[in-house]
């Protein structure tokens, strides 16, 4: 009966005719009333899972997630389709919260969005109790797990949902996950017995490539000469997403960059662009592509190798969601190696980190006992200056303590450009008329500035003035020196937020059980994706076993490795040559090793 319902659920609201994979499983099984851990790969319909048993169940379904972005797309889906959700947002006083859950009571809301912080407070739980929650879902679990490439110490508490809801089911939610982080998933979010449904990690229409070359960028223009539609390069950086994007540009072709840097409009315009195939080159870092559904990407270059196998397939799965053939190329040569070998050795002293906390309060002025919820912006090579240590370094002691739970490290907030008016419009009558006008103009869209800061949107200002940017914030500083009003411009640097109160030093610490895990597991992941870069096996093999998929073990016959040319044809080696092609160009395209191409001299 359930099941005939979540079909209808699922035509009514989606459209379409029936599930894809496993969800008809996983919401089957749940719609019985049990927990349930759902493995399912980028693009694998994951939200479906909880959102169509969410609309059939009665009361409304708790939704957790990390990231508010991630959140505010999915509610938006759900708008989009008619379905009320809620998502909190923001700080709460005691009434604001008493309203948001009468709201959501009484409003018909079916799903309501909660980042795992919130389910610290204790007056947040108590309404969580009391209230008709039909269904739980824990969107990006691999987060719980301290062996994760993802952990977050905020979802350490997500089992208390367990224990105030004892008979609702909760679903588990993650993209492919190790071994070890299944199942401190099942014990963290105290579910021992849910059942697990994991799709396999193989991909037939998927050809994968990892190839070492010197020269990435020669390759990169040969590659990019053959490879159809559209596509995506995934580089490290934000400045290396930006100049190759320029050198690509500069080369007639259709590319540009995105990343968490760009302002809001600038990303929805990229991203509409590339999703209408206006655009057919995306230069991004990990940025991009999340809650993006895009069916005819056909390919996806890494630039630079990543981090862990879990980035690496996340990635490679934004190719060929539509069914058709899909190839992922990953670039590297000896500073990739050098780079994840240095990432082994060089790893930060917990010490030295305790000490930079320290600084850092120090410089912010943040007591002992006070700072929590509050957010810090700094500029990180200025900070790394100031305490003479690499920006490297600095990073690594910020992430070590983010990995503890003591803050939040956003590596670009915006502080938007804003102005204030100090003068009234009576006295712009004395000013050249041009002049006159344009602040009568900027009063209208921004009354409230006269009396303080406001927000403005400098592109629109400066083409409703019909200046470029820059000419209209020279004319902003000229008033400014006139005493008309004060402009603000815009800036940006990462911020800290803490978490909680700055703690006395001496419950300023790092547990070993927490520093081990830690270790062990960073030095684990870089050794794993150094040894898939050495391997001669199927790509498809050594992911499978890495994600603990041991039954799947046969070559795919389409990765580089399975096509490895072990005797490449003499007569073509020296046809090419004789062209120009380079011994690089040759044992790239042949896919054999120069050892195989020395023996023709
Ligand atoms: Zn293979």
Request: hydrophobic share 25%; with cysteine; proline share 8%.
């Given at each position: 009966m359930s099941k005939k319902k979540a079909l209808d659920v699922l035509k009514t609201y989606?459209?379409?005719?029936g599930f894809r994979g496993l969800q008809e499983d996983i919401i089957a099984h749940l719609l019985s009333g049990h927990d349930t851990i759902g493995l399912l790969p980028?693009?694998?319909?994951?939200s479906i899972c909880y959102q169509v048993p969410g609309l059939v169940l009665p009361g409304v379904t708790l939704v957790i997630s990390p990231l508010v972005a991630l959140m505010s797309d999915q509610q938006k889906g759900l708008e989009d389709r008619g379905i009320k959700s809620y998502h909190f947002k923001g700080s709460y006083t005691p009434r604001k919260l008493d309203e948001a859950f009468r709201n959501i009571r009484f409003g018909a809301y079916k799903f309501a969005f909660v980042a795992p912080?919130?389910?610290?407070?204790e007056l947040f739980q108590e309404y969580i109790k009391h209230a008709d929650i039909g269904l739980i879902a824990i969107d990006?679990?691999?987060?719980?797990?301290?062996?994760?490439?993802?952990?977050?110490?905020?979802?350490?508490?997500?089992?208390i949902l367990r224990t105030l809801k004892p008979d609702v089911p909760v679903l588990a939610l993650t993209a492919s996950a190790t071994p070890r982080v299944k199942k401190d998933l099942a014990e963290a979010l105290l579910i021992p017995d849910a059942k697990v449904f994991e799709d396999s990690?193989?991909?037939?229409?998927l050809h994968l490539h990892i190839k070492f070359t010197p020269n990435k960028e020669r390759q990169l223009f040969r590659l990019l000469s053959r490879l159809k539609g559209t596509g995506i390069i995934y580089a490290k950086t934000r400045r290396s997403c930006e100049s190759l994007a320029d050198l690509l540009k500069n080369n007639s072709h259709s590319a540009d960059y995105y990343h968490a840097g760009l302002l809001p409009d600038e990303k929805e315009q990229r991203q509409k662009d590339w999703l209408s195939n206006d655009l057919r080159i995306i230069v991004s870092?990990?940025?991009?592509?999340?809650g993006i559904d895009k069916s005819d990407v056909n390919w996806v270059v890494h630039w630079d190798v990543p981090d862990t196998l879990e980035g690496y397939y996340q990635e490679v799965g934004?190719?060929?969601?539509?069914?058709q053939e899909a190839s992922a190329y990953l670039l590297f040569h000896q500073q990739d190696v050098a780079r994840l070998q240095k990432g082994i050795t060089d790893l930060p002293n917990p010490m030295h980190a305790l000490e930079f906390y320290n600084r850092f309060c120090s410089r912010f002025q943040i007591a002992v006992g006070t700072g929590e919820d509050t957010s810090y912006p700094f500029s990180i090579v200025a900070m790394a200056n100031d305490f003479k240590m690499s920006v490297p370094v600095a990073l690594s002691y910020i992430k070590l303590l983010q990995h503890r739970g003591y803050w939040q490290f956003q590596e670009s907030s915006q502080i938007w450009p804003a102005l204030e008016f100090t003068?009234?419009?009576?006295?712009?009558?004395?000013?050249?008329r041009q002049d006159g006008e344009m602040l009568i103009q900027l009063l209208r869209l921004?009354?409230?500035?006269?009396?303080q800061p406001a927000r403005i949107h400098l592109k629109k200002c400066a083409a409703m003035a019909m200046l470029t940017p820059e000419q209209f914030e020279r004319r902003l500083s000229y008033f400014e020196e006139k005493g008309l009003l004060k402009y603000l411009p815009e800036t940006s640097g990462s911020s800290i937020t803490l978490m909680?109160?700055?703690?006395h030093k001496k419950h300023l610490h790092f547990p070993k059980s927490f520093l081990d895990s830690w270790l062990h597991s960073k030095v684990e992941r870089a050794q794993a994706m150094l040894s898939l870069l050495k391997s001669e096996e199927c790509i498809f093999i050594e992911l499978s076993r890495y994600f603990g998929?041991?039954?799947?073990?046969?070559?795919?016959?389409?990765?580089n490795r399975c096509l490895?040319?072990?005797?490449?044809d003499e007569h073509k080696v020296k046809q090419l040559l004789s062209k120009g092609d380079t011994i690089d160009d040759i044992w790239f395209d042949l896919n054999c090793s120069v050892d195989e191409l020395r023996k023709f001299g």
């Open positions: 989606w459209g379409y005719p980028t693009g694998g319909g994951k912080e919130r389910l610290n407070s990006e679990a691999h987060c719980i797990s301290q062996w994760g490439f993802d952990f977050r110490p905020s979802y350490l508490n997500v089992h990690i193989r991909r037939n229409n870092t990990t940025a991009f592509g999340m934004r190719v060929g969601r539509g069914g003068s009234k419009p009576l006295a712009w009558e004395k000013l050249e921004y009354p409230h500035a006269i009396h909680d109160p700055r703690p998929q041991d039954s799947n073990l046969q070559a795919c016959g389409k990765c490895h040319d072990h005797y490449p």
